[in-house]
């Protein structure tokens, strides 16, 4: 093989590998991208209906309740303007309390409830997504809440 | 001196993604110094949040230092800084003056009055212009300035007692020994 | 006043690592050997003021001395003495003077240990490593002083996160900085090496064991990070794909095709400007990994407090380190031409793939890792990148890799396959393929093709890599530690994938409500809630549940798990009860009550999990073994120029 028709090679080769790359990236990204939305967004029509995607903001003091003996929980997300229900089951994070911020993981429901498959608190040690800590500095709102 | 352009490639992808982080750094504002620091304190004088016949001001705490914090009732990083602006009120190091910021003065007072008043005095901006002074653009704020009433440190988003000993108590003159 | 020492201490250090860099890169520039000379003294006042810098800072925590900010923040009076010291790099400044010592460190080690390397190449290297130095000593005494004091003193300290409050993560930093900071060292050779234009291969045999070095420390590091997450988290994960993990997975997948790489351009003098791009790469990845980390672009678990001028300066600290070597790079490396030739079959060839697809999972990583930001830079929304799409493109190149692994460990330089290395592959691959159907199908009931898959691959690279060791026995043949290094690291690789397939393929996590006296079963193992009662340690007050197991009857373990509220405030914690065995581990951990006298508990049945951790220890292993070999010790001068037969 010349050095010509090596060199070739070389570049279809790198050239399809890059192309695989790509291709792959893409097919990866494609479920994988989760977007976050706050309760003002979500009622806004915002949110991707049917898919998964995470909501984020406070929990409201005295929202948090338990069906008595069983891992389900439901609890209220707010931004201050508006509020979205979420349902839970299983363990809520060491870090999760009322009045402290949370992030859900899930899915609208046609009943405007959130279907969390996952809770994740604000202060969490383990995870702090970088729009929540954003979200924790309001620009003011378009009118004085009423 | 030829230069292949393939070995320019690395630097060329790295100066792109160098682009981004610096897009990435000024997009949250909070990630830059702000350019208020050193200079003097924008002066206002506004109406008292509680009393509206009364004025509150930057003058007030001319000759100690003390803490602009700019909350309202909309915001949500301000319900999760309270508690710890009510600790540092209790401290007693600095005066905190509050500044509520385009907000409904009956809720203000509402919020004051069920969560508690870490502040000396409230001043009252419903339209903002007092708050666009001192450049800001978004609530939590807390600017700490000095005896010389000069602002020496601005605090994006909600005040933490490990960023009040880290950051600010150090900025601060000793503590007398009687208060 | 020892912190304040401790300040002047570092200020001193800096003006050393000034030195360190004028009088080597100057010194080499004008031939000048007393200038070089002095370059070296610096090298070594610099590791002692900046030892004693760290030191002070110790002595700080030791002593409790809650005058000084840091400590304030991160410790707390009845902090155990362990967790003080640990302390000293629990948050931003405190790590950032442990990079600082790391980097003297192996400064120093370099300069004890190149007697060997011509005088100017020499100062050439060590004058890089003080132009770091400079930066990230400059760093701390401009943004992140970590000896500010704080008057009056607080009385009592923050503490020191919960989390860290662990052996593994007390000891994961310092070993996993030796990783990262060591990569600086062939940073500076290959920066040394194109400044000089030099066209042979010998900073190649020179790099090598001071990269293996660097690179088996980062592969603890970051298993000993997994580890810590697994048993310490709560939940059971081992690896999140989180922005900080893949900050330091990303230096080890370019340390691995470098330490690959180095061994082509060693041995054939092939691939040079591409090992020096790797080179570059690698120490350029562990300093993006720290901006990530530190300038709040993408904040995570590990996320140090963000402060705006932080930002800024390691952006430029990056940008003139990271800018100026590849334009070094891109200036030099055309100079630099191989030609020799080499088989398809021929172990270069397989070099060249295993880089291939290391690179390609790298870029992969690198790219999710970083979209969030780039959408967020054009506006585009605030998203993140699940997990899944790293598991995605990190598998998908693995695989061929994996593959190809078992064939190249037998492929000879330049000639390619010889013929009695196809016979044992074949064995081999027929083995691994049985074995990966009897373990799918007797262990555990299930043949799913990618486990399948996972196994066989798993397996044949062990098997694979065992036969060169017996094969050399066999025929009485010497087997150098740079062989038994490679087949022990590969071998590792192979019992993590093992362990990997394993835990992924069969892991059953279930959430439940009980009551004392209830049970739940998984995987087919009886989980019984026996009791649950009030305990207290040294700086924590909380409760602890008896979770007794047994499977068909027979008792295996029981299990303790914890919540704990330390006296310092804040949130619960969670211990997890852990019970390891050989072939998996069980797992349970305790939430909260839910009234009705039930609690809730996650169990966790995880097969295999082990051998992820121990496979990485073998692959760490295998490199400080092949590090060792005699080769790296005798002078590298009387070798220089050498040509290197094909086969070993």
């Known amino acids: ?146 | 001196m030829k230069l292949p352009f393939r070995f320019l490639v690395p630097a060329i992808a790295f100066a792109v993604l160098v682009a981004f982080f610096v897009i990435g750094l000024q997009r949250e504002p909070g990630r830059i110094p702000s350019p208020l620091i050193g200079k003097p304190a924008p002066a206002f004088s506004l109406e008292s949040l509680g009393e509206p016949a009364w004025k509150v001001g930057s003058a007030d705490f001319s000759g100690r230092p003390w803490l602009l914090n700019v909350w309202a009732t909309w915001c949500v990083g301000c319900r999760d800084e309270h508690e710890a602006l009510l600790a540092i009120a209790r401290e007693n190091r600095v005066a905190i003056m509050g500044l509520n910021w385009r907000d409904d003065r009956a809720l203000a007072l509402r919020w004051l009055a069920q969560l508690g008043n870490p502040y000396v005095s409230v001043a009252y901006d419903p339209e903002g212009r007092t708050a666009i002074d001192w450049g800001v653009y978004g609530a939590p704020e807390t600017f700490l300035v000095d005896a010389d009433g000069r602002v020496i440190k601005k605090h994006v988003g909600p005040l933490t007692m490990e960023t009040w000993e880290r950051e600010f108590l150090p900025l601060l003159p000793p503590a007398e020994a009687a208060k | 006043m020892i912190p304040e020492l401790g300040h002047f201490a570092l200020i001193l250090a800096l003006l050393l690592s000034v030195a360190q860099a004028v009088f080597n890169l100057g010194g080499a520039a004008r031939g000048n050997m007393a200038w070089m000379a002095a370059g070296r003294s610096a090298v070594v006042g610099q590791f002692v003021f900046v030892a004693l810098a760290f030191g002070s800072l110790a002595w700080a925590f030791i002593q409790r001395d809650f005058s000084v900010v840091y400590v304030a923040t991160n410790s707390h009076s009845q902090l155990p003495l362990f967790y003080r010291i640990a302390a000293v790099w629990g948050a931003h400044e405190g790590s950032l003077l442990l990079w600082s010592l790391c980097l003297a460190g192996w400064t120093l080690a370099v300069a004890a240990c190149s007697g060997s390397l011509e005088a100017p190449f020499r100062s050439r290297v060590l004058g890089f490593l003080g132009l770091i130095s400079i930066g990230f000593q400059l760093f701390m005494l401009t943004t992140s002083n970590p000896f500010k004091r704080l008057m009056p003193a607080a009385s009592e300290g923050l503490d020191l996160n919960p989390l860290l409050q662990d052996f593994a993560l007390a000891v994961h930093p310092p070993i996993l900085y030796l990783g990262y900071v060591g990569f600086s060292v062939a940073f500076a050779f290959a920066c040394a090496t194109l400044l000089e234009g030099r066209l042979d291969a010998a900073w190649a045999r020179w790099t090598r064991p001071w990269t293996l070095a660097a690179w088996l420390f980062l592969t603890i590091g970051i298993a000993l990070g997994s580890w810590w997450a697994y048993y310490e988290l709560g939940w059971g994960g081992w690896w999140f794909w989180d922005p900080v993990e893949n900050a330091s997975f990303m230096p080890w997948l370019a340390g691995t095709a470098l330490i690959h790489s180095l061994a082509v351009t060693e041995k054939r003098g092939l691939f040079k400007s591409w090992t020096l791009l790797l080179a570059v790469s690698a120490f350029s990845l562990s300093l993006l990994g720290t901006f990530l980390v530190r300038s709040g672009v993408l904040i995570s678990v590990h996320a140090f407090a963000t402060d705006p001028k932080r930002g800024i300066f390691i952006l430029a600290f990056l940008t003139i380190v990271i800018g100026g070597a590849l334009l070094l790079y891109a200036w030099r490396a055309p100079r630099l031409k191989s030609a020799a030739g080499f088989e398809v079959t021929a172990r270069e060839s397989f070099l060249l793939f295993n880089n291939a697809f290391l690179v390609a999972a790298l870029g992969l990583i690198l790219l999710g890792t970083l979209y969030p930001l780039f959408m967020d830079a054009l506006e585009l929304g605030k998203i993140s990148v699940g997990p899944p799409y790293f598991e995605l493109v990190f598998l998908v190149p693995m695989l061929p890799l994996l593959a190809l692994l078992g064939v190249g460990m037998h492929a000879a330089w330049k000639r390619g396959l010889l013929g009695s290395a196809r016979n044992r592959l074949y064995a081999a691959a027929g083995l691994g393929i049985g074995g990966a159907l009897l373990i799918g199908g007797a262990a555990y009931g299930d043949l799913r093709p990618m486990t399948t898959l996972g196994f066989a691959l798993a397996l044949w690279v062990m098997l694979s890599a065992l036969a060169i060791p017996l094969a050399r026995i066999r025929a009485r043949q010497p087997l150098p530690a740079a062989v038994l290094g490679m087949v022990v690291a590969h071998f590792g690789i192979g019992l993590a994938t093992l362990g990997i397939t394993g835990v992924q393929s069969f892991k059953v996590e279930k959430d439940f409500a009980l009551a004392v006296g209830e049970a739940a079963q998984i995987a087919g193992y009886d989980f019984r809630f026996a009791a649950i009662r009030d305990v207290q340690g040294p700086n924590f007050i909380g409760v602890e549940a008896d979770i007794v197991v047994t499977r068909e009857g027979s008792p295996v373990t029981v299990l303790h798990p914890q919540k704990r509220l330390y006296n310092s405030g804040g949130n619960p914690m969670t211990e997890a009860g852990i019970e390891v065995g050989a072939a998996r581990d069980l797992f349970a951990a305790l939430g909260d009550e839910l009234g009705q006298g039930r609690w809730s508990l996650r169990l966790q049945y995880k097969p295999l999990i082990r051998y992820i951790w121990l496979g990485a220890i073998l692959v760490a292993f295998g490199g400080l073994i092949a590090a060792l070999d005699r080769r790296y010790r005798v002078p590298a001068q009387a070798r220089a120029g050498e040509t290197v037969p094909a086969t070993q």
């Open chain 1, 1 to 146: 093989m010349t050095p010509r028709r090596k060199r070739l090679l070389a570049v279809v080769a790198i050239l399809a590998g890059v192309g695989a790359a790509t291709a792959l990236a893409m097919l990866a990204f494609q479920d994988n991208l989760l977007y976050f939305y706050n309760p003002s967004q979500v009622l806004a029509g915002d949110a991707p209906g049917g898919r998964t995607f995470r909501i984020g903001g406070m929990v409201t003091e005295g929202s948090l309740q338990r069906t008595e003996g069983t891992l389900q929980v439901r609890f209220v997300v707010t931004d201050y303007q508006h509020s979205i229900p979420v349902r839970y089951e299983g363990l809520l994070p060491d870090l999760f309390r009322e009045g402290q911020g949370v992030i859900a993981h899930g899915k609208m429901t046609a009943s405007g409830e959130f279907a969390a498959d996952e809770v994740l608190a604000k202060h969490d040690e383990n995870y702090m997504p970088p729009e929540v800590a954003e979200s924790l500095h309001t620009p003011t709102p378009a009118r004085v809440s009423e």
